[in-house]
């Protein structure tokens, strides 16, 4: 069994950026695919970033292209997520997740971190 725990969320005012880490715990030899997911109030969640297991391939939802960026920190097991010219559209709260090689299906899920971005 993964553990997965975000953490980096916070209020921020509209055009900061803000940085989120997912950090996995537990059985880290499982390999996964890891994705960034957000769930704003009244929407459903949606996909935002995802970084390939070993070649550390990047994927974006289009929305996100060129202001969010996913990288892995290898030495701390961590999947970063850097956000920037933040929003009040991007207020949510932000999920990671880790994803089954096939499909990119969600496969377990962190606990979330929210973010809240103020006009």
């Known amino acids: 069994q993964v553990q997965l725990k975000e953490s980096g969320g916070g209020l921020v005012q509209t055009g900061a950026s803000l940085k989120l880490a997912c950090t996995a715990s537990?059985?880290?030899?499982?390999?996964?695919?890891t994705g960034w997911f957000r769930e704003a109030p009244g929407k459903e969640r949606e996909f935002v970033a995802a970084i390939e297991w070993s070649t550390d391939t990047t994927h974006y939802a289009d929305s996100m292209k060129g202001r969010f960026f996913i990288s892995r920190d290898h030495a701390k097991n961590t999947v970063n997520l850097q956000m920037t010219n933040l929003t009040p559209s991007d207020t949510a709260v932000y999920y990671c997740?880790?994803?089954?090689?096939?499909?990119?299906?969600?496969?377990?899920w962190g606990q979330g971190t929210q973010v809240t971005v103020s006009s």
């Open positions: 997740a880790g994803l089954r090689f096939e499909g990119f299906s969600p496969q377990f």
């Open positions: 537990g059985h880290t030899n499982i390999r996964y695919h």
